[in-house]
């Protein structure tokens, strides 16, 4: 008799259904955990997003580095021509066209000087000071450095703000960070 039953169709439909139902839960079980896989890396996904869009925002809303900018490029300098004292705009524009000063100085020096002072006395750098450094570049629009200055450490968290302005054709770029 028992021989009987193992040849029967009945007997091995059975065996078959099972093993295909463990089948199943073996596939749900893969299923759930990709799932899991997926979730978990959407929420880090996000997790990274978030940080990396508060810190670009905290350089764009700036305003003390911007209020900085604007001011600087109307500070009036001792640098002069025939005609008048130069603005620190000017100055640029003077450096820019290789020009001099009306005491002999180039005026790529005076700019340099004038802005140095400036940056040291707004913008003081040490370890018991919230600044911890920063980087001053003014460029051209064709990418050709006029004057570049950086003093201190650079840190992960900046402030910073980019100004732009023209004469005639040509255009100026002043990009500041402040490092805290």
Do not use: H
Not at 7 to 24: A, D, I
Not at 151 to 159: C, F, L, P, R, V
């Amino acid at each position: 008799m028992v021989e009987e039953n193992q040849g029967s169709p009945y007997t091995n439909l059975s065996f078959k259904k099972r093993k295909m139902k463990r089948n199943k839960l073996g596939q749900e079980e893969m299923i759930g955990f990709a799932m899991i896989i997926i979730i978990v890396a959407v929420v880090v996904l996000v997790f990274i997003g978030f940080s990396i869009r508060n810190q670009q925002t905290e350089n764009v809303e700036s305003y003390e580095v911007e209020s900085f900018l604007q001011s600087a490029l109307q500070y009036t300098t001792d640098c002069e021509n025939n005609l008048e004292r130069f603005s620190v705009q000017k100055l640029i524009f003077a450096c820019y066209s290789k020009e001099q000063c009306l005491d002999g100085r180039k005026s790529c020096d005076a700019l340099k000087d004038e802005m140095t002072k400036m940056l040291n006395e707004s913008w003081r750098i040490g370890e018991e000071r919230p600044v911890k450094g920063y980087d001053l570049i003014i460029r051209t629009d064709k990418n050709e450095s006029i004057l570049g200055l950086s003093q201190g450490e650079i840190t992960s968290n900046s402030k910073g703000a980019v100004q732009d302005f023209a004469r005639g054709e040509r255009l100026i770029e002043i990009i500041f960070k402040a490092y805290y």
